[in-house]
């Protein structure tokens, strides 16, 4: 069972060029979110959805894009990357919303933009 | 609005020592905590959660929390660590629909 699954683990980027992260789970899970961590901070929301055709933005959502095409996919596209969205990038799935399970974690995507 | 406070954002223990990891929230709706666990580059892990019911609340790796509502807090404890529980440990808060809301992170680390 692999969970969440995410690529690439690692990438750097110049300026303006743009990247889409992957994020693929196997467990039929119907939310999934896309959280970035910067250092010494918490995880910031960025978008979310409840289930494929259904997104909303979250907290952090200025300078992304999601698509939920799929129950299994929750890719997240950078247009126009900025030295600002260097961080590392955590997906995550729920079976139900997350107040009663939790989420379960991708291991990571860390993106520097130079 | 909900937000969620780490005291600590470094603990050194050595091993076989109790420890407290601290944390403070603030909610307007109905209280969710959870503690999670991330080691060196991996996601993060659910060590425990509390959605009601008993107070203290046991989860894996021997930790354990308590909910306080009069003090707003959800501390998590371990009777004695191990040197594998070296991590960063993550408070959070449900907030308004599916968001959770993380606190910045106490950094543990295991003293042999």
Redo the contacts between chains.
């Keep these: 069972n692999a969970g969440?699954t995410q690529t690439p683990k690692f990438r750097i980027l110049k300026i303006g060029q743009s990247m889409t992260l992957q994020c693929t789970q196997d467990m039929n899970h119907n939310?999934m979110?896309w959280?970035r961590q910067d250092p010494?901070?918490?995880?910031?929301?960025i978008y979310?959805s409840?289930g494929a055709g259904i997104t909303?933005k979250?907290?952090v959502p200025n300078g992304y894009n999601v698509s939920r095409s799929t129950t299994e996919d929750f890719p997240l596209r950078l247009e126009l990357a900025a030295p600002s969205q260097t961080s590392v990038y955590?997906c995550?799935s729920s079976e139900k919303?997350?107040?009663?399970y939790?989420?379960t974690?991708?291991?990571?995507t860390r993106l520097t933009v130079v | 609005a909900q937000s969620v406070t780490q005291l600590d954002s470094q603990v050194p223990v050595f091993e076989e020592a109790p420890v407290e990891l601290r944390c403070n929230y603030s909610s307007s709706v109905s209280v969710y905590l959870f503690w999670y666990v991330q080691y060196p580059n991996q996601g993060l892990q659910l060590l425990l959660k509390y959605l009601s019911g008993s107070t203290l609340v046991k989860g894996i790796n021997g930790f354990e929390a308590e909910f306080n509502k009069s003090q707003t807090s959800f501390h998590l404890r371990k009777p004695s660590v191990h040197i594998s529980d070296t991590a960063e440990y993550f408070c959070a808060v449900r907030g308004t629909g599916n968001q959770f809301y993380f606190g910045t992170g106490t950094s543990l680390t295991v003293i042999p």
């Design positions: 969440v939310y979110y959280y010494g901070m918490g995880l910031k929301l979310y409840v909303d979250g907290e955590f995550a919303g997350a107040s009663n939790g989420y974690f991708g291991s990571g």
